[in-house]
């Protein structure tokens, strides 16, 4: 088909993910045709360097043989086997045994999922049916964070605190609570890491406090790196402390690591970098490097033999999916562990600390605040007035002269709001790579210094 005839099909029947319906409709879609390593080609011919890895999944990158070879061999063999009746597929059972040896801790047991959505749902439900195992039912109450992302589910929309997933949706739930983010730019108790550390250690125990105690309260979600919150990253022992805290009071602690597993911080997991083991930790995207869907919740040995043992004998436990452990997008993700395991997460590290390099140049931009990142996950705040940290109006219309820019120019980033750049590219990002990247963001935001309403609006 044309260019021309998608596009207007597109228009005409295609709904798309957390899209405005009526931009989506007016403007079309960007069509995307073929991908290789960090490179995207689009069907004009026109190539973009893929600094957000999709959507910060395809840690691989593009066009990798073993990963294409591995899912036509498992489709060919057998496409599909169900989970169900006590069946089981080869690629399911080892790459629950092969993630069992990498997770932190004892997080040896896993039930796998369709994306991260349902991963963090499903384990909001096995977090509930662990609590009434123990005699605790009345440990009803979730907290996460403000500019916390968990997903679209019903009760994962409510565990997010983004307002465009609140809209219009009756959520946060009614056991779902938020306390303020740990952002360093932002935060009220100011830059000092052990402030801003005391500050979400006194709130969670506030918020805790005023639910009726530990006995209400059930679990605790963080993202170890906020992302699609605008890319938040904690001060370091941040973690160490939310996860004491919540040890100390009996809940549970569980990291949502969609994003950040899989070596999109440096190491495969984000709560490596503090040695912190969750009680449960959900990943999706890099597990299968966006190949295939897959998610996964891993829980601890207590968790998962409370669950067992406290279900009365021959009853099912009523979760689970017609996709659940896909033996496709199981082989998929042990060709694409393979690959983290070879070189891939070396890699990232190397990119990682380059990207890290370049873009502390860019703080002296006249529209940077701040430059902030974790391995192969960084963000750029954009402000109008440094000192007072003020974020352009959105009558500037930043976000969207961004991304026409970022396209032009041949690179792919995400603007969240109006104010802060994403960047997650493929963890095979080559050190030139990176450098072109860093060239072409910087090529981005001196456009913006070509927009006449822009700068003056600088302070
Ligand atoms: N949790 C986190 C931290 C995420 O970033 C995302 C997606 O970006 C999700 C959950 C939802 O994952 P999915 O889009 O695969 O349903």
Redesign the pocket.
Known sequence: MTPETLARLDRAHLIH?VSSWRDQEEHGPRLLSSGQGVWLTDMHGHTLLDGFAG??CVNVGYGQDSVVKAATEQMTKLPYATGYFGFASEPAITLAARLAEVTPGDLNRVFFSQ??????DSALRFIRFYQHARGMAGKRHVIGLAR?????TYA?AGLTALSVFHRDADVPLAWQHHIPSPDPYRHPAGEDGSAIIAASVASLRAKVAELGGPEHVAAFFC?PVQ??GGIVVPPRGWLTAMREACREMDILFVT?????GFGRTGPLFACEHEGVVPDMM?V??GLTSGYA?M?AVFMSETIYSTIRDGSPPGVAIGHGQTYSAHPVSAAIALAVLDLYQNGVLENGVKAGAHLATRLAAMKDHPLVGDVRSAGMLAGIELVTDKKNKTKPAASLGISKKMAKAGYEQGVLFRAFGDDIIGLAPPLTCSVEETDLLCDRIEGVLNTLMNDNEIVAAIV
């Open positions: 993910p959507l910060w994306g991260g959505s349902d991963a963090v916390g992302y968990h997903g679209c994962g993202e992302g699609s949502d690591e969609v994003i950040t959900t999706a995207k869907p998610g």
